[in-house]
């Protein structure tokens, strides 16, 4: 995709849609008989490690998006459609790696500086990681860039990220309208202030549960309704 010429301005988390054998060692075999331009980011990290396919002073046809393209470094979380737990651990390590690289460019996480790949292009990427961090764009986001400022600067729960838009009173008036929910049907609901999600799988809720304590430093509300 040709030299960047300066350090990237941002980063983009995608997830590979791949099963469980879509580890870092595919990759590796599959990425040279692969047509660049349709797709592929800098970096993939799965069970069996990390795969650097392109150096960083380069481009990569990675989010369909010209200026994403130019300017973003890019992560793959491999193994997206597989097992969940492999799935979050691999999360974990892209997590570690892109704060590693952000520290390296100087770079705050922020919503200028952590994209998803949705908002560049029409796709659900990254998917599974929407599924699991509150079901929108925007609570994935938030998510990624409460973790890469923990990693980053040492956050405690309950601390609004460096540069989030978002206030601490702003996230007050948001604790309103997010909860959890069960009806009867032994399966729990999360709204998150725009849209009811099912959870159908119990790491789900443990992770948005998570998620809310970090970010608000309060309890998810939960109801039962029979």
């Not at 980063?11 to 331009?37: K, M, Q, R, T």
């Not at 130019?70 to 793959?76: D, I, M, P, Q």
């Not at 799988?201 to 809310?212: G, W």
Request: charged fraction near 20%.
């Amino acid at each position: 995709a040709g030299v960047r010429g300066y350090n990237p301005t941002g980063v983009v988390i995608h997830n590979d849609a791949g099963s469980n054998g879509a580890n870092a060692g595919f990759y590796n075999n599959w990425l040279p008989n692969h047509n660049p331009e349709n797709g592929f980011a800098h970096v993939y990290i799965a069970s069996d490690g990390r795969l650097q396919a392109s150096d960083f002073s380069n481009m990569a046809w990675h989010c369909a998006n010209s200026y994403g393209n130019a300017n973003y470094a890019s992560w793959e979380v491999c193994q997206s459609e597989g097992d969940l737990n492999q799935f979050l651990r691999n999360e974990q390590a892209v997590l570690d790696d892109v704060a590693k690289y952000m520290k390296q460019w100087g770079l705050t996480p922020n919503r200028d500086t952590v994209k998803l790949h949705q908002e560049l292009s029409a796709t659900s990427c990254p998917r599974r990681s929407v599924e699991v961090h509150g079901g929108t764009l925007e609570s994935c986001r938030s998510y990624f860039i409460t973790e890469l400022n923990k990693r980053l600067t040492g956050q405690t729960s309950g601390t609004v990220a460096v540069n989030n838009t978002q206030t601490n009173t702003e996230l007050e008036d948001d604790d309103l309208m997010k909860f959890t929910y069960t009806n009867g049907d032994k399966t729990t609901y999360y709204f998150n202030g725009e849209k009811v999600i099912a959870l159908s799988h119990p790491d789900q809720l443990a992770i948005v549960r998570k998620t809310y304590k970090e970010t608000t430093g309060k309890d998810l509300k939960n109801f039962d309704w029979k």
